[in-house]
């Protein structure tokens, strides 16, 4: 049963006829009273609460019936129904236990989905964290490693995957997200449509529009015939939006606009285009962190992480190390025509102690590089040993900051950040890496100081 709470007649009777004609028995609520007595004689499976019941606008009266029906019914999913001028509303309704918030005026479709999607989520049982188990329920075939805090995140996947529910994966740089994310897809009822990928990272904020929503002929000097965007190309599938703790403020609105209504304008268009897709993000930053200091919207942020996924550094699953090493060897003896490559189990055991900062991304490059220079197919400690030497220091001349007055702040940051997109051959996400700062960050100094670059990403 769905219980609608709205002292509106005819957004009751609207909902009502929706979800009846979906298959569904629906009571309906007026208020905090009538919501009482519906509850002492029943139990809904959900309950679609409008968040004002009265002349005033405040959501109070809203925010104090969630927190009663939090008490009263913990596990039965809440899903606010507000206006997109109340978002701030509905975020408050998400930290007091509200599974999502849809605004009005709503589409069917994405409500109905939303519905779904949380009747799943709080039916679930868990499942075992077996990885054999795991292979036999799912397709996990590239993703390597039985450590119990790896398998923990499998056993989640398992249970979102055939849900619609946004998710957002974190963890550092090189841990895998890309691929939890496809397992993700791979693992969902849109497993045979579309799984497009988007580095907002690798995005400037003039060209975002234009990649996420498409342009029409026109629409700027350049546009010179139609594009489809990223969003459209998705449609019916999944969309896994990268490095999302890079989106400038500007961006951050366009996105949450069309995370929320599932329309869109291609640039240029004054015709409103719908989409079907289920929204996977990812970042290596503390988005928690970000809203707090106003860099991230905190609407935007609980629009998109319903679920969060945390993927483990590989210093915590050292056991996995050797399996994950043995897995690249594999892939290799094909590549390069060495069916004999293998790892003595000295060097297995001596990896399993390597910090590796760089996580899974820098395993796979030192075995690779281990690879084509080793003079045997047996892979001993000294074959890797020597690919995880320090680079040499710097010379002080180079290090030494010049004297004060002799350079401005600017002058001084322009210069180290040639000195870095020289040093890094112009890879974007590696010379943001090494100055600390986001691709995005990088990108406005480009553009400030006039530096000219040919990307080699």
Known sequence: MILIIDDDSAIQTSLSLLFRKEGFTVRTADGPFETRDILDTETPEAILLDMNFSVETSGEDGLRLLRYLRERLPNVPVILITGWGSIDLAVQGMKAGAHDFITKPWQNSHLIGSVRTALKLAAGEPLSANRRQLNEQFQFDNIVGEDPNLLDVLTTIGRIAPTDAPVLITGESGTGKELIAEAIHQNSRRKRQPFVKVNLGGISSTLFESELFGHVRGAFTDAKTDRVGRFELAHKGSIFLDEIGDLDPASQVKLLRVLQDRTFEPLGSSKSRTVDVRVICATNRNLEEMVAQGDFREDLYYRINLITVRLPALRERPADIPRLANFFINNLKTLYGRPNLQVSKEAQLWLRGLSLPGNIRQLKNVVERAVLLAPSDLLTIADFEKHLATRPATSASTTQLPAVGTMTLDQMER???????????????????????TRFALYRRLEKYGIDYQSEE
Do not use: K
């Open 415 to 437: 210069q180290m950040i040639e000195r870095a997109m020289a040093y890094h051959h112009n890879r974007i996400a590696n010379v943001a890496r090494a100055l600390g700062i």
